[in-house]
């Protein structure tokens, strides 16, 4: 695939895909299980959930390894395995992907606080940079650091991510609404702190994911466009607040719900827009039915 900053450059609103652990879940994935190594041992799953949004009509599809960071897959006993479980990540979403779509080489939070003294900045490095290696070896397109609500560490990710590899590097942050109306990240820092900070670092797009809808997503891309015009930004939103039922968590937007928001999440200045925690493939069929 062609990168992706020349097509968004054309004015084309691209879509991406929606969640990924609910399915792994419902296929079958046990509490406590580590999913990134279904990649090696339940590859046929992995690859079902992958062409469910290629089908459903995404530009853009992720890789099963959010958690594919050294330092949480340490966790599993799994922390030597960490290349292999990445490039196989890569591999199976490139399989449903085909040659017209990307795929965005997925890289979540390690767990780990640096200003607490859980890990060194080169330990943190060092992870980053086999992950991402890795995910590109397995023919990702770009890397999509995401659900980030610490910047240093988010910075780290990108940096890693640019050292170590040829293509673009996403970086999204989840934000929360705070009493005074503004949004900032369970760290403290502002759209405004998170946007300087990530382009100084190289990251080519940038935006949020998780936490929130799309009605908060909305203002939160607008705090963005204030800080910045330009640069590209990418959403994925939950399917609205979750909610408890039968002692069961819930996210209640419908597709039709979220999909009419789309028009006025685009006027705002998203670029890439999809799903994170409730979302489905129903999800995105809607999406892309407004987005044409």
């Known amino acids: 695939m062609k990168s992706i900053l020349p097509v968004i450059n054309e004015g084309k609103v691209l879509l991406s895909d929606g969640a990924w652990g609910t399915f792994l879940h419902r296929k079958g994935l046990q509490a406590g299980e580590c999913p990134e190594l279904w990649n090696v041992e339940n590859q046929d799953a992995v690859l079902e959930i992958a062409q469910s949004y290629i089908d459903s009509g995404s530009d853009l599809i992720e890789t099963n390894s959010f958690g594919g960071n050294p330092l949480k897959l340490a966790h599993y006993g799994l922390k030597d395995r960490a290349a292999e479980l990445n490039e196989a990540a890569a591999a199976i979403s490139r399989k449903a992907a085909g040659p017209d779509h990307w795929v965005l080489g997925s890289i ?16 943190m490095l060092k992870g980053f940079r086999i992950q ?58 502002s759209s405004e702190e998170v946007v300087i900070a990530l382009k100084e670092v190289g990251a080519d797009i ?37 909610i408890i039922v039968d002692s069961e968590t819930v996210f209640p937007e419908t597709p039709e719900q979220m999909a009419a928001l789309v028009p006025e999440l685009v006027a705002a200045g998203a670029n890439i827009i999809g799903g994170c925690c409730g979302t489905t493939p129903d999800h995105i069929r809607a999406i892309r039915n407004v987005l044409g």
């Open 108 to 123: 979540g939070p390690t767990g780990q606080i640096l200003m607490m003294g859980d890990v060194s900045e080169d330990e």
């Open 132 to 189: 991402a290696a890795a995910l590109e070896k397995g023919s990702a397109d770009a890397i999509c650091i995401e659900t980030m609500t610490a910047l240093d560490e988010a910075t780290l990710a990108v940096k890693a991510a640019k050292e170590s590899t040829q293509i673009e590097v996403i970086c999204t942050l989840t934000f929360d609404l705070t009493q005074t109306g503004e949004f900032r990240t369970m760290m403290g820092h």
């Open 206 to 242: 940038i935006g949020t994911n998780c936490g929130n809808g799309f009605s908060n997503m909305i203002g939160i891309v607008k705090e963005i466009r204030t800080v910045d015009a330009e640069i590209p930004i990418m959403v994925q939103a939950n399917a609205g607040a979750p």
